[in-house]
């Protein structure tokens, strides 16, 4: 039996593996991409390196040295191209192989112990336009630059709210496009208010200042306007993005009439925070927090006995808070103690660099009016070509408050992606439309037995080859 089973290969998962490693336990970890590294370490395929990979990423050599000490270990098993796609009974089931492929390899584990560390995907609200070619989400813009040296195109807005629209912005000037502008959402008195409170906490996290810092020089260098209080609230074009409406905004988002620019742009990049992946500690069992992340203690423990979680799915903060989690996380799984030497510095980082996230999340939460820039024809579920119009007339017209209900007559979320991109902004359109003013079901949209998409056949017939691990 496998002793540590970790899911997710970013910074979250290949701290836990190396700390869970560390312990002498054996340990296998999966992803689903190609390559070890989640989001953040994104990198070119070995078959098109780059000279010098080091300079697009920061902690290039954090990286290199647990994912090499990893790979060169033989009591670790990396598994990538895993797809992790149902949890039950404690049994981890994954297929193996190309994405949506023919002839995967069907496996099934069995852990002592299992550290989740899916990550998060960025999220980006429905816009008038946003189904238009030339509209990507900022963190689909940031993989293609940093993971094919790909510019999404020459004069590129980037527009929504929090600090990750400033690494998209300087990775896309690295590739080659014009950044025309970036456009923060939450106001400057707002940002200053949150930012300089309790500054001594701040300096608790040098690393993140610095890197601020970094991205606040290219910025600079190559001259990327910055504004605040900002927002992209249509999206033009035939064909494809032509331009853009960038409104002025309140301090809830309504935009403030007369407040609004058209600026002519090729491409659109849109980031409104991020949503974690939970689907997997869902099917598991564990227990969500009130802002639906993935509810630990100290230990990175999660309701669920022997399932532990850490990263971006217990809360956004960034790559260090998730390299603290991890640490911790796969010390704890390979049955460590919290007061051990080996976690003293996670312990206090996590701590610091907690603080740092949930000053994030007060600076850049989104706007409680921003549907006020929808218009009924806008689609919000770009899958099934669901519109805020017949999402709101399906609410009105059944009477019904119930969540599963309204998503099967309107078929909202239903589609390729399963809600993912649409989700939470199906959930906020739908309450408002709904008797009452919410909804009744215990369930939501992050609710997906089936995590990653699967082959009937393979449904079917998987169990033939499964290999219990
Ligand atoms: C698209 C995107 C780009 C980003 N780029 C940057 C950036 O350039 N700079 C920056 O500071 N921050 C960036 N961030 C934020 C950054 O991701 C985090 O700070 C950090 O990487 C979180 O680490 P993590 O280990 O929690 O998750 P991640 O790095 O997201 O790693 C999660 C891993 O879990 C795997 N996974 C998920 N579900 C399954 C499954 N069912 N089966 C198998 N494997 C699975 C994923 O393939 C992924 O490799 C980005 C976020 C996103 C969503």
Redesign the pocket.
């Known amino acids: 039996m496998t002793e540590v089973l970790v899911?997710?290969?970013?910074?979250?998962?290949l701290a836990a593996a190396c700390a869970a490693r560390a312990l002498g336990r054996r340990v296998v970890l999966?992803?689903?991409?190609d390559y070890v590294?989640?989001?953040?370490w994104?990198h070119l395929p070995p078959e098109r390196p780059a000279r010098r990979e080091a300079v697009l990423h920061?902690g290039w050599s954090r990286f290199q040295a647990m994912s090499q000490a990893l790979e060169r270990d033989p009591l670790c098993e990396i598994v990538t191209s895993?797809?992790?796609?149902a949890i039950d009974a404690g049994r981890v089931h994954v297929m193996v192989g190309e994405a949506d492929g023919a002839g995967r390899e069907a496996r099934t584990y069995a852990a002592a112990a299992v550290v989740f560390?899916?990550?998060?995907?960025?999220r980006a609200l429905p816009i008038p336009g946003w189904d238009l070619p030339g509209v990507f989400?900022a963190?689909?813009a940031?993989?293609l630059a940093?993971g094919e040296r790909v510019a999404v195109g020459q004069r590129v807005v980037v527009a929504g709210s929090g600090p990750?629209l400033l690494?998209?912005a300087s990775?896309l000037v690295q590739a080659g496009s014009t950044v025309v502008g970036v456009y923060e959402a939450s106001h400057l008195a707002h940002l200053a208010r949150q930012w300089t409170a309790r500054p001594w906490q701040l300096l608790a996290t040098p690393a993140k200042l610095l890197?601020l810092a970094h991205y606040a020089s290219v910025h600079v260098k190559n001259r990327i306007p910055y504004a605040t209080g900002r927002a992209v609230t249509a999206i033009h074009g035939g064909q494809r993005v032509e331009s853009v409406t960038i409104s002025a905004i309140d301090e809830t988002w309504r935009p403030i009439p007369g407040g609004d620019v058209v600026v002519a742009a090729d491409a659109v990049c849109l980031g409104h925070g991020?949503t974690p992946?939970v689907e997997?500690p869902i099917a598991a069992g564990c227990r969500l927090d009130a802002r639906r992340f993935v509810q630990v203690d100290e230990h990175q423990r999660t309701s669920v006995a022997a399932f532990y979680a850490?990263?971006?799915?217990t809360g956004i903060g960034?790559?260090d808070l998730?390299l603290s989690e991890?640490t911790i996380a796969g010390h704890m799984a390979a049955g460590g103690h919290l007061e051990d030497r080996a976690l003293r510095d996670a312990r206090a980082r996590r701590d610091a660099l907690r603080s740092f996230a949930e000053r994030l999340e007060r600076a850049h939460r989104i706007g409680e009016n921003w549907t006020d820039w929808l218009s009924d024809e806008t689609i919000v579920c770009r899958c099934e070509e669901v519109s805020v119009g017949r999402l709101r007339s399906v609410a009105e017209t059944s009477r019904s408050s119930g969540l599963r209900s309204l998503k099967l007559q309107s078929r909202a979320g239903l589609g390729a992606c399963q809600g993912r991109m649409c989700g939470r902004s199906v959930e906020t359109i739908l309450a408002a439309a709904a008797p009452g003013g919410h909804l009744i079901d215990e369930s939501t949209t992050d609710r997906r037995p089936i995590?990653?998409p699967i082959r009937l056949a393979e449904l079917a017939f998987g169990n033939d080859k499964s290999v219990e691990k």
């Open positions: 899911i997710g290969s970013g910074p979250a998962g999966l992803d689903a991409s590294g989640g989001q953040y994104r920061h895993a797809h992790v796609w560390a899916t990550g998060a995907f960025d989400t963190g689909g940031q993989a940093k990750f690494p998209v990775s890197e991020f992946r997997l850490a990263g971006e799915i960034g790559v998730s991890g995590a990653t």
